[in-house]
T-cell receptor
Framework: SAVISQKPSRDICQRGTSLTIQCQVDSQVTMMFWYRQQPGQSLTLIAT?????????ESGFVIDKFPISRPNLTFSTLTVSNLSPEDSSIYLC???????????FGPGTRLTVT | QKEVEQNSGPLSVPEGAIASLNCTYSDRGSQSFFWYRQYSGKSPELIMSIYSNGDKEDGRFTAQLNKASQYVSLLIRDSQPSDSATYLC????????????FGPGTRLSVLP
């Protein structure tokens, strides 16, 4: 399976600022996905990022709050803007591979907003 | 609303026992089914995938799928303390990645 890295692994940010998370894959992939995992909760899909097109956002997530870039087939960024304490979560990127489009996850970025 | 439900935890089993984790899903057209293991502070790790009715075995893990009952299960034989983690059931509704739905997870504790 693809090897996925994320930067930063964790960060503490002040309210009102933004954080950009980078996701790098060691092979070319068509779709990359961004998830949020709030404390003690399961994974919620934020958006799907395809190279060369606008990201597709899930209900409840908007581009102004979570702008995404996908400049090539191995890289994507997620920005979490205008941070509030409610944004404190783990943010995960993933790619899909295989027969059933299994998803493989990066190590995650733990964001704490103070 | 496509839903994936799992039996509530925490589930505690003694070392060496069989742990049984259950999952139901709402969309009858779902195509692919997955079990992920997530250790505390780590990202989810794919441990089993299953696409057709019946059983699929991989080492100590067996996934069972019954599409008529919309039911997926994961059996862990000879449970070890290292199996203690949260197990997430995931369903790919139409074989495209963007329709991946995760269940809430079941926390498993294997007692030495």
């Amino acid at each position: 399976s693809a090897v996925i890295s994320q930067k930063p692994s964790r960060d503490i940010c002040q309210r009102g600022t933004s954080l950009t998370i980078q996701c790098q894959v060691d092979s070319q992939v068509t779709m990359m996905f961004w998830y949020r995992q709030q404390p003690g909760q399961s994974l919620t899909l934020i958006a799907t990022a395809n190279q060369g097109s606008e990201a597709t956002y899930e209900s409840g997530f908007v581009i102004d709050k979570f702008p995404i870039s996908r400049p090539n087939l191995t890289f994507s960024t997620l920005t979490v803007s205008n941070l509030s304490p409610e944004d404190s979560s783990i943010y995960l990127c993933s790619v899909d591979e295989g027969q059933g489009h299994e998803q493989y996850f990066g190590p995650g970025t733990r964001l704490t907003v103070t | 609303q496509k839903e994936v439900e799992q039996n509530s935890g925490p589930l505690s089993v003694p070392e060496g026992a069989i742990a049984s984790l259950n999952c139901t899903y709402s969309d009858r057209g779902s195509q692919s089914f997955f079990w992920y293991r997530q250790y505390s502070g780590k990202s989810p790790e794919l441990i089993m995938s299953i696409y057709s009715n019946g059983d699929k075995e991989d080492g100590r893990f067996t996934a069972q799928l019954n599409k008529a009952s919309q039911y997926v299960s994961l059996l862990i034989r000879d449970s070890q303390p290292s199996d203690s983690a949260t197990y997430l059931c995931a369903v790919n509704v139409d074989n495209y990645g963007q329709n991946f739905v995760f269940g809430p997870g079941t926390r498993l504790s294997v007692l030495p």
